[in-house]
């Protein structure tokens, strides 16, 4: 009788901490899909400018040549649509971890304002020839003050809230949160400031850009994803996670190596060159916090692998998992020259950004959100059968578009190191690949499209009013 | 639970049922659970230790600032490697300095062609360049100005300033010959550092411009010897393409004659 009375009582709690959260979350969520499908329109669109320039060549459609709509387009997608979705969820966590009702959701959502804005100067910035030509930090100069400020206000609030969480231990997703919260500042802080404002050798520059790039990656966007994974696994199983131990040494790991990153990149270059080495065995030293991630995840799912098949969240945060320990296995690789010398100067760099944003970040965070939305809005997802298109047409994408850049990427190295021949020989080496990678594109295109139409919908409440959910199986034919 | 055909009749009739639906029917929330670390692992994170501590070693080249090379790296040379681009002989190492001379300092008046503009008379076939080259070192050391007639059309408005504190007598020797060869045609002779250091020994005190009229003959030449590289064998060869183009402008460079009337139009 008391136990019952004690779940009540925890569901009303639920219920009213997704009630205090819907506004920010909400806001983060939409504002991110739509950024998201002008990203994936524009990476179709840049796609095919690089074997077709001629492709939407009209004097005023300028802004959409391959240099303006590239950078356009990965800075929509990191800044636009990772970062913010990503920090929707992890407001949503936070809550829901520190068993605490939102509160002042206002200087979020004034906040996201910011965020927003500074995107959006950022983008038509890039398009009006201002551009800086730095990867992941296209942007104008003006911009990442801006940037700056609004996330440092999210930061507070979520600092603020890990102050008022009700006492106890401290779950793995908040660790992960917490660390995303610090390191985003910091990294974004240090690239600015030794690429725009204290600027030093033009190499200084590249490898202070690549460090930025790969610190991303591995101390932003990873712990946002990995945060949610670790919440979303477990929670649908309804299982602890296995091994705490595990989930230490993948969380420490993961933030005393991912800071010495990226310069790998550039080995063999014009950098001293324990530079490319410290950055080299850093990558190859994150496979040990990689395969205690993936162990912990591996043995939290045994057995009930059938939840892959139904449930929306963890069908599409085991695919972004996997992916990630994907992304890490060739990362390492690619720190050996061996195979490096072909993946550093070629599509695959395109490869790898894509299998870590896209790939494993995005299809963890569209997990969340087929999971967060219906505890917002009250109603459940319209149809199971657009999250399975959405699924399959993401993965499909994805999955082609990694492979046919990397595959190519690496004919196109190849090309490039035969000295005696024309330059040329590298562009059609790698034309074949870069035409398959736009058929890969418009997949990729039409599920997120889609995507946005279906979050629409649960945003203007026009779901199904069902109290059961919608899964992915057969069991319930879509409403 | 699997109540799909009722569900709007719950709805109806009790609200509240389906108002905490998914935040009822959801699972615990998470916790992190106790198994203990496998042998395995522990295994595999040393495997990875050790590669990495062998990567560092080898590739960090002792953590030198000052070496963007791993330790024991040596530059080679790739099998069949040619070096890029045509050899060239000493003499047209020669013309190309003087190329580079005058499209520095003559550039700017008498155009890349050679053919003026204005008050600026032409160089191309001009008498003051295909004749003497005593009295050309004279002008391009000290200037010239006033009325000076070439090809019979009479210049005389603008004036030329002195080279001879701007150019050495090397450049000067290389941007003469080039002229000559250019505009000029003449093949079977360079004029050399030596010559011009003779000259500018006689001349080099002059502190006015020169008049047309105060220059040397027309058929003085600096007098010096060719240097080795000038040898027979290539003067006969070269003999012939000077003859034949001696009066068509440049032979080396076509597009000046494609360029020339075009320049005109835009005068």
């Not at chain 1, 995840?297 to 963890?314: R, Y």
């Not at chain 1, 298109?389 to 595959?407: D, K, P, Q």
């Not at chain 2, 639970?1 to 935040?23: I, Q, W």
């Not at chain 2, 411009?209 to 060869?237: F, H, I, R």
């Amino acid at each position: 009788m008391t136990d019952n009375k004690q779940a009540d009582e925890d569901v009303l709690r639920r219920a009213a901490i997704d009630r205090s959260a819907r506004l920010p979350v909400l806001f983060f969520f939409t504002s991110a899909a739509v950024w998201l499908a002008i990203s994936v329109v524009l990476g179709f669109i840049q796609s095919v400018k690089l074997y077709a320039p001629g492709f939407l060549d009209a004097p005023w459609l300028f802004f959409l040549n391959y240099g303006r709509s590239n950078p356009a387009f990965m800075g929509a997608l990191v800044y636009g649509w990772a970062i913010q979705a990503g920090i929707g969820v992890a407001i949503w966590l936070m809550a829901r971890l520190c068993r605490a009702e939102v509160k002042n959701p206002l200087t979020l959502v004034v906040a996201g304002h910011f965020w927003n804005l500074g995107v959006l100067i950022g983008v038509l910035g890039i398009f009006a020839g201002y551009g800086t030509s730095m990867e992941w930090l296209a942007f104008p100069r003006a911009v990442w003050p801006i940037l700056l400020v609004a996330y440092s206000l999210m930061v507070v609030w979520l600092i603020t809230m890990f102050q008022r969480r009700e006492p106890g231990e401290v779950y793995i997703s908040v660790w992960y949160i917490l660390g995303a919260s610090f390191w985003f500042p910091w990294v974004y802080i240090t690239a600015n400031v030794f690429i725009h404002i204290l600027p030093g050798a033009a190499v200084a520059k590249a490898a202070t850009n690549a460090w930025f790039m790969s610190s991303m990656i591995f101390l932003v966007l990873a712990p946002l994803g990995l945060a949610s994974a670790y919440y979303f696994i477990p929670k649908i199983l309804g299982r602890p996670v296995y091994s705490s131990q595990l989930a230490k040494i993948g969380f420490w790991g993961l933030a005393i190596l991912g800071g010495w990153t990226g310069v790998q990149k550039f080995m063999g270059g014009p950098l001293p060159a324990w530079m490319p080495a410290v950055s080299g065995v850093a990558v190859i030293l994150l496979l040990v916090p990689i395969l205690a991630i993936a162990i912990n995840h591996h043995m939290t799912i045994k057995g009930n692998h059938s939840l892959i098949e139904t449930s929306p969240t963890m069908r599409f945060t085991a695919a972004g998992a996997l992916a990630f320990t994907v992304f890490c296995i060739l990362s390492a690789l690619s720190a050996f020259f061996s195979l490096g010398q072909f993946t550093q100067i070629s599509q695959t760099t395109m490869a790898f950004q894509l299998l870590a944003v896209y790939g494993f970040f995005s299809l963890t965070i569209f997990g969340a959100i087929y999971f967060i939305v219906p505890r917002l809005v009250g109603c459940e997802w319209p149809s199971g059968s657009r999250i399975r298109l959405h699924f399959w047409f993401s993965t499909y994408g994805i999955v082609s578009l990694v492979v046919l850049h990397f595959v190519g990427g690496i004919w196109q190295a190849a090309a490039y190191s035969q000295f005696d021949a024309p330059l040329e020989n590298a562009v059609s080496a790698g034309r074949p690949y870069a035409i398959g990678a736009s058929i890969a594109w418009a997949s990729i295109m039409v599920s997120n499209v889609m995507f946005l139409y279906h979050l629409s919908l649960m945003v203007l409440r026009l779901g199904r009013r069902n109290e059961n959910p919608t899964l992915l199986g057969h069991q319930h034919p879509a409403a | 639970m699997m109540s799909e055909n009722n569900e709007n009749r719950d709805y109806e009739h009790k609200p509240s049922v389906r108002e905490h639906a998914s935040a009822r029917r959801e699972k615990q929330d998470p916790e992190a659970g106790f198994e203990p670390l496998s042998l395995w692992f522990f295994s595999i994170c040393a495997f990875v230790l050790m590669i990495g501590g062998g990567y560092l070693g080898a590739k960090s080249a002792g953590f030198d600032f000052g070496s963007t090379q791993v330790s024991g790296y040596k530059a080679g040379t790739p099998p069949n490697f040619t070096p890029a681009g045509p050899v060239l002989s000493e003499r047209d190492k020669y013309l190309k300095s003087g190329e580079a001379v005058y499209k520095t300092v003559c550039n700017g008046c008498h155009q890349f062609n050679g053919r003026g503009q204005g008050q600026i008379p032409p160089l191309v076939d001009s008498e003051w360049v295909i004749n003497g080259t005593e009295r050309m070192a004279q002008i391009v050391l000290n200037g010239i100005r006033g009325p000076i007639t070439v090809n019979g059309t009479s210049y005389g408005a603008q004036e030329m300033p002195a080279q001879k504190g701007a150019l050495s007598d090397q450049r000067i020797a290389q941007v003469i010959t080039y002229v000559r060869e250019r505009f000029g045609g003449i093949t079977d002779a360079v004029v050399t550092k030596e010559m011009i250091a003779d000259a500018r020994n006689r001349h080099g005190d002059r502190v006015a411009q020169y008049t047309a009229g105060e220059l040397a003959a027309e058929d003085a030449m600096l007098s010096g010897e060719q240097p080795a590289w000038m040898n027979p064998e290539a003067d006969a060869a070269e003999g012939e393409t000077s003859a034949d183009g001696k009066n068509s402008g440049d032979v080396k460079d076509p597009a000046v004659n494609d360029k020339a009337p075009e320049s005109k139009e835009t005068k």
